[in-house]
């Protein structure tokens, strides 16, 4: 929403048009912070090359349409657009399946690592630094092939075993990722060039950070998917509704400021939006949790080559009664009601996007302030860059995988074979011994077993 | 060896560091954020005399004792002197260490880690100026706590696995470990963002990531570096012996032969330095894992006993530190006339440590020598005399402790068997009685049980 904010400021301001010494421009929040400022900075930001963003960048198409009305409606309207045309492509792609979402959860993540690094290339004037860009976008590539690694030999073990170069791949995973990232590294130690040390240090760990941020959720992102996509849809949604809601609660009874950096959250837009998205993600996760598609772990079969999701759903997935507390029911009349307790976690989920997930936006704001841009990029017309639309995603992204591997998920069973079939044989012998006498214990042996034993 | 160098150019190697600075624009960012006093252009002269403090490991700082003991000599002889004693000093502190087992050695790791991360952290606020930025002292710290807490939380449950079942708050704490990370890790994100105050964007920006980047240097290294001894004492002396005795025997080819300079940005260092210390440091691993391989207390796998309460290194030696006979190829043979040699497989192990740290470890000294450029400090503090901060004299040693660590877990080591039991403790009973039915037919194959009790 951060962006949304500039923009109603930056509206108005008569002429809509940027100023291309934007930090003179209009828009309050900037100015205010120029004023604090030294001189000689002030002075200093004026003769000095803008990150690019164009004027007026909206599609043709949209412009024609669009051209009868006063340029604030158009904004809104262009907004209002885009907004309905991305929630229709993600619908799109779910229906797609899990194979394009993970394209496009990839491109999304390099994208975004695009505009973060071409941010940093623009601070620092580093566009003629040698090697800079060709090692950036190495060290996406190592970290990228180290985590698609780490995943692929979990969920597709068998096609791995099956295939011999695969198989010495995944066997020495580890240590080919660390070569490789110690090439970038040499590499980046021999291009360092006399005069350009900081600059060349900075973007170094310019592009650490940005690593750990976008790469790493974006796994996690890849994760969380491969348990069901409904792990998958709902954080996001709840996201985009929290977003959503919290701007319409804002406009329509928005009075209370929120934070001082972004002046135009409120509380009113906060709260509203907390228990909007909770009751969003109750009935979202009613109508989800009822299909095998979305509730069902990804899994590769390797009869066919593919992906699959069809399975018996977890506990998690199938319809309980849960007695309600005696004032709900004084309340609502009922003694019981029925739900998934998939719906009791979208709480959780739910509270996490809304309470804690804005300090992501904060986050960028102050990043955007920081660095004295309006936008990440211009890639969506009336929104901005990819970064813009997911900055609030990232927290949740990390959440909801700490939150199956802390609440909901055992460890996975296909990986836990294949570390037991590479230990020793006495200590395989030993596991063997302890988990016959777990199931024996449990009832799950038949006694003859442990005669015979 | 870096500062080695810095100090033996003394007059010479400093004064071009700083003639360059008049016309370096580095430190300047676009928008001519005053992130460094030398940053400006032609302020510069003036402002040769850093804001950035020099760190004072280049004012003379011996202590008094050692300075009365060396009156007579002139300074040169004096430097090499003091750097000599705390050479020696700091090995027989090494091996004192060793002798006191493995709980001091972890101790000491910490230390270690969280004097390094002060020595970083302390150049950002003089670089950044940022002594004064609300919570910023406070908030690096708390990030270090999170993320020990998160490291140490893996190892421990890891390695103590009885004691923690045995202890109920400890087996809450074990089973949401990352969740409780996670949240500890959060609170501290929340409080950065509240924290952002209107002037110091930037700054704080800068110091976040500046904070998180060494985070992800000294930490995980550091914690690298106990899984290695977890492994087995000789896993964390081994590599660190190697790496010292590279420096000092690339010093010594360098002193002694040395003619062709390596690389321009430590321009001390000599071709000849180099490949006379790889040699050399081949030759000494050898010899000294073939020392160390004998004994029970540097190969064994370090355990928790839970009744005693102590740490134990008592075990069966595995395969590789158990001496076996290899045929030389028959070029040797001809040269020594032996047809086999009696050596522990360790050995060759050591062989592929021994070359990283002479090949690939200098790198990391080449880095924290660019960083000190790029930031124009001499040393990153005056800890040791003679020798600058404990970065100083760890900057080879990380990447050393990363590779081992990946070693280890691809050549070496097979997974952790208590982990696993734990791990299948947890899964489903359906998946747990396939996973049974799997492991059963697959010991029958290998003949570790009985086919007459294959009934199931």
């Not at chain 1, 100023?19 to 004026?46: M, T």
């Not at chain 2, 040269?335 to 050591?350: C, D, E, G, R």
């Amino acid at each position: 929403m951060a962006e949304l904010r500039k923009r109603a400021a930056r509206d108005t301001d008569p002429t809509l048009q940027q100023q291309p010494s934007e930090d003179k421009g209009s828009d309050s929040e900037l100015k205010v912070e120029k004023d604090g400022l030294s001189d000689s900075e002030s002075k200093a930001d004026s003769g000095v090359p803008d990150v690019p963003v164009p004027p007026d960048d909206t599609p043709e198409v949209l412009n024609k349409a669009l051209s009868g009305l006063s340029s604030r409606w158009k904004n809104w309207w262009v907004r209002g657009i885009l907004t309905l045309a991305m929630i229709s492509f993600f619908f799109f792609i779910i229906y797609l399946g899990p194979m394009v979402l993970m394209m496009i959860v990839l491109c999304v993540q390099i994208k975004c690592f695009q505009e973060i690094i071409t941010i940093g290339y623009s601070v620092y004037h580093s566009y003629h630094l040698p090697w800079f860009r060709t090692l950036s976008w190495y060290f996406l590539l190592c970290v990228n092939y180290f985590f698609y690694g780490e995943t692929v030999t979990d969920y597709f073990f068998t096609l791995v075993q099956r295939e011999e170069p695969l198989r010495i791949l995944s066997k020495y995973h580890r240590f080919i990722s660390f070569a490789l990232y110690l090439t970038g590294f040499c590499m980046f130690v021999l291009s360092l060039v006399k005069k350009h040390y900081r600059l060349q240090f900075y973007m170094f760990g310019w592009t650490h950070v940005t690593l750990l941020i976008v790469v790493t959720q974006s796994h996690l992102i890849i994760h969380n998917l491969f348990e069901g996509m409904i792990w998958f849809i709902v954080p996001i949604s709840c996201v985009i509704c929290n977003d959503i809601m919290a701007y319409m609660f804002g406009f329509f009874f928005g009075r209370t400021p929120l934070i001082k950096l972004s002046p135009k959250k409120t509380w009113e837009g906060f709260i509203g939006g907390l228990f909007a998205t909770i009751v969003f993600g109750i009935m979202l996760s009613y109508v989800m949790a009822g299909y095998r598609y979305f509730v069902c772990p990804v899994e590769f079969n390797n009869d066919s080559n593919s992906f699959q999701v069809d399975c018996e759903p977890s506990d998690l997935f199938q319809l309980q009664e849960y007695s309600l507390p005696s004032i709900l029911e004084s309340v609502t009349g009922w003694t019981t009601v029925r739900l998934y307790p998939f719906q009791i976690h979208s709480i959780a989920l739910s509270s996490f996007a809304s309470i804690v997930g804005p300090f992501g936006g904060f986050f960028a704001s102050g990043f955007k302030r920081a660095f004295k841009i309006k936008d990440f990029a211009n890639t969506i017309p009336g929104h901005g860059g990819i970064m813009d639309r997911f900055d609030c995603q990232y927290l949740m992204a990390t959440f909801v995988n700490v939150y199956i591997a802390s609440f909901i998920r055992g460890p996975n069973p296909s990986k836990v074979i294949q570390q037991l079939l590479a230990l020793r044989a006495d200590q395989q012998l030993h596991i063997f011994n302890s988990l016959k006498a777990h199931l024996t214990e449990k009832g799950l042996l038949p006694a003859l077993e442990e005669a015979a034993a | 060896m870096t500062e080695l160098r810095k100090r033996g150019g003394g007059g010479g190697g400093g004064e071009p560091d700083s003639t360059e600075n008049i016309s370096d624009k580095d430190g300047d960012d676009r928008l001519g954020l005053h992130v460094d006093a030398e940053g400006e252009g032609d302020i510069d002269s003036k402002a040769d005399t850093p804001d950035v403090p020099l760190s004072t490991a280049d004012t003379d700082n011996t202590p008094q004792y050692l300075n009365k003991a060396l009156e007579g000599l002139p300074p040169r002889w004096k430097n090499y002197w003091i750097r000599g004693v705390l050479s020696i000093a700091m090995i027989s502190g090494f091996f004192l260490i060793i002798y006191m087992g493995p709980v001091a050695l972890i101790l000491v790791v910490m230390t270690v880690q969280i004097k390094c991360f002060q020595e970083i952290i302390t150049i950002g606020y003089r670089v950044y100026h940022s002594y004064e930025l609300p919570w910023f002292r406070t908030l690096s710290w708390y990030f270090l706590i999170c993320v020990n807490y998160f490291f140490y939380g893996e190892t421990v449950a890891d390695y103590f696995g009885a004691l923690v079942q045995r202890e109920e708050p400890l087996q809450f704490l074990a089973r949401y470990h990352r969740f409780i990370s996670f949240t500890l890790y959060l609170a501290g994100f929340c409080m950065f963002v509240l924290s952002l105050v209107k002037k110091h964007y930037r700054l704080q920006f800068y110091m976040f990531a500046w904070t998180h980047v060494t985070l992800l240097i000294v930490v995980t290294q550091s914690h690298l570096v106990i899984q290695n001894l977890f492994e087995g004492m000789i896993w964390f002396i081994v590599p660190i012996s190697i790496v010292i005795c590279n420096d000092i025997m690339a010093y010594l080819f360098g002193f002694f032969f040395g003619r062709t300079p390596l690389i321009k940005l430590s321009p001390k260092k000599t071709w000849e330095g180099f490949i006379g210390g790889f040699f050399s440091t081949v030759v000494f691993g050898f010899i000294l894992a073939y020392l160390l391989a004998q004994f029970q207390y540097f190969v064994c796998p370090v355990g928790f006993n839970s009744e005693t309460n102590g740490f134990t290194v008592e075990c069966e030696p595995s395969d590789i530190f158990v001496m076996q006979e290899y045929t030389l190829p028959t070029m040797l043979q001809n040269a020594l006339s032996w047809k086999t040699v009696n050596l522990y497989p360790f050995q060759i192990h050591s062989v592929s440590l021994s070359s990283f740290a002479s090949l690939i470890g200098p790198f990391g000294g080449f880095f924290a020598s660019g960083f000190k450029r790029a930031f124009k400090i001499k040393d990153f503090a005056s800890t040791i005399p003679g020798h600058g901060g404990i970065m100083d004299r760890f900057d080879c040693q990380y990447l050393m402790a990363t590779f081992t660590h990946v070693y280890i877990a691809s050549f070496i080591r097979g997974p952790n068997p208590s982990k696993l039991l734990q791990q299948l403790m947890m899964l489903q009973p359906e998946q747990q009685l396939s996973i049974f039915h799997t492991l059963h037919s697959h010991l029958r194959d290998r003949g570790m049980i009985p086919p007459a009790a294959a009934q199931a």
